[in-house]
């Protein structure tokens, strides 16, 4: 086949996923529980279908299984995430030898197959013993999260070059602190500001330690969710919306990892609002010396805003949104099973904003992806058609390419995800998957979209 839009030489084509969402046996192998764990063991109505983590999609068991199919789609590079309480149950002290087999089988297989293991330490899933500490809140939870980055180094990183701190580290303070939709539903805008700054002084901490245990050849970054925020209109107050949005959703994580500082006008806002964290002497430089080699950027949709309608109730708590109001742009087009507007020129503009304000930092495509609910109405002799999905990729890979035309630093891209996964709260309901999970059989089969993605990985293109 011709190709018109073909990826630099190298290009990381595969797909990310995370420990809780996919290997199961959450009770298994001497796995400490986790604050999924006990959340659902306390309200399991609050789970869609009541489906817990206890065996999502089983790779513990299947793995070796799994990776044949990533290497049968043409995956070379594959994100996965280490479970830090099933590596060290209850977050500090000893290492469970079960895990270090599991994860070492796991790397070696992916190794074998030619996929490279793209490895992430954190991605929303603390050691409930930590979270009953008070979590990220804590600065000796910061403490403990450096030691358990420490021991996945020393462990593994003589086969893993590619290692990120966290995942969507913003997801966790919306989520856990503002939002009520992670564990442990607090609502209190300062101490979801602590939970932030924890984070990324964690981060930054792991960062040190990598450099110090010097990896050979190895990168070390974040992932995060940059979502660009887009206002109503070029009226001076929607664009002062936006900016709100982008500092408070975007910049407050992107700054201090590609930069190593704060912005000003974010301390500026907290400091008004009286919701400044509590640091340390000393902080600033650790700041700026966990600084990222490398950044994934999680890509789904746009956030579209414009100014108040109505002031803030001066005494609810403080949140982002005192200061903007979600728009609903006219005639957009839409992801209605997951009620997300699909924007492709999204994946663009974040990276031209990378080139242009954030060094043009060497970033690849972490995640990016379509759920959809009921999948099984699209299946035409056994296999699911899922042409929407292939029109997904395709429409945002072309703008992807558009901006590495232009000299944006963009190394790969990555689907979320491989085969269907539990989604937190909302477990089996959208599906992201190349490969179709049979939630009670475990079984496996392609979708349409794996065969797509295969030809794409071949032809560097398409």
């Known amino acids: 086949m011709s190709v018109t839009y073909k990826f630099p030489e190298g290009f ?16 298994e192998g001497g796995k400490g529980k986790n604050i999924w764990d006990f959340w659902y063991s306390q309200e399991p109505n609050r789970f869609f279908n009541e489906v817990g983590p206890e065996s999502t999609s089983n790779f513990y068991y299947q793995y070796k299984e799994d990776i044949q199919l990533m290497k049968e789609i043409g995956h070379n590079s594959f994100r996965m995430s280490i479970s830090w309480s099933r590596l060290i149950p209850g977050g500090r002290g000893k290492v469970n030898e079960e895990a270090v087999d599991f994860y070492n089988r796991v790397i070696d297989e992916l190794i074998a197959n030619d996929i490279e293991p793209f490895v992430n330490l954190y991605h929303f899933d603390m050691p409930l013993e930590l979270q009953n500490e008070g979590g990220w809140e804590s600065r000796e939870v910061v403490d403990a999260y450096v030691v358990y980055a420490e021991e996945c180094f020393r462990l593994f ?4 070059k590619k290692w990120f701190t966290f995942n969507e580290p913003i997801v966790p303070v919306e989520g856990g602190y503002l939002y009520d939709f992670h564990y442990p539903n607090v609502v209190d805008g300062r101490r979801a500001v602590q939970v932030a700054y924890h984070t990324i002084v964690a981060h930054a901490k792991a960062v040190h330690a990598f450099r110090t245990i010097n990896i050979q050849d190895g990168k070390i970054g974040i992932i995060l969710n940059l979502t660009p925020s887009y206002p109503r209109s070029q009226h001076p107050a929607d664009l002062k919306a936006a900016n709100f949005a982008d500092l408070f959703f975007n910049r407050s994580f992107l700054d201090p990892a590609v930069l190593g500082e704060y912005p000003q006008e974010l301390i500026e806002i907290l400091r008004e609002h009286s919701q400044l964290p509590v640091t340390e002497p000393g902080d600033k430089d650790i700041l700026k010396a966990g600084k990222v080699d490398i950044l994934g950027v999680n890509y789904y949709q746009p956030r579209r805003v414009k100014a108040k309608d109505h002031l803030p109730n001066p005494y609810s708590p403080f949140m982002p949104d005192w200061f903007f109001d979600n728009y609903e742009m006219p005639g957009r087009k839409m992801n209605k099973y997951r009620g997300w507007e699909i924007y492709e020129k999204g994946i663009y503009d974040i990276m031209m904003n990378l080139k242009e304000n954030y060094g043009n930092i060497e970033s690849f495509i972490s995640e990016n992806g379509m759920g959809v609910e009921n999948e099984e109405r699209f299946i035409r002799d056994g296999e699911i058609q899922d042409d929407y999905r292939i029109d997904f990729i395709r429409e945002h890979l ?4 558009k901006a590495i035309e232009e000299g944006c630093n963009a190394k790969g891209y990555h689907l979320w995800t491989f085969m269907d996964n539990w989604s937190w709260m909302n477990a089996y309901k ?3 998957g190349f490969i179709s999970v049979d939630v009670e059989t475990k079984k496996r089969a392609f979708k349409k979209s794996a065969y797509w993605i295969k030809e794409v990985s071949q032809n560097n293109g398409f």
């Not at 990381?12 to 009770?27: D, L, P, R, V, Y």
């Open 12 to 27: 990381w084509w595969g797909s990310a996923t995370s420990a809780t969402q996919i290997e199961g046996a959450a009770n």
């Open 157 to 160: 990183g003589d086969r893993v």
């Open 398 to 401: 072309k703008w992807l390419h």
């Open 430 to 432: 959208n599906r992201y």
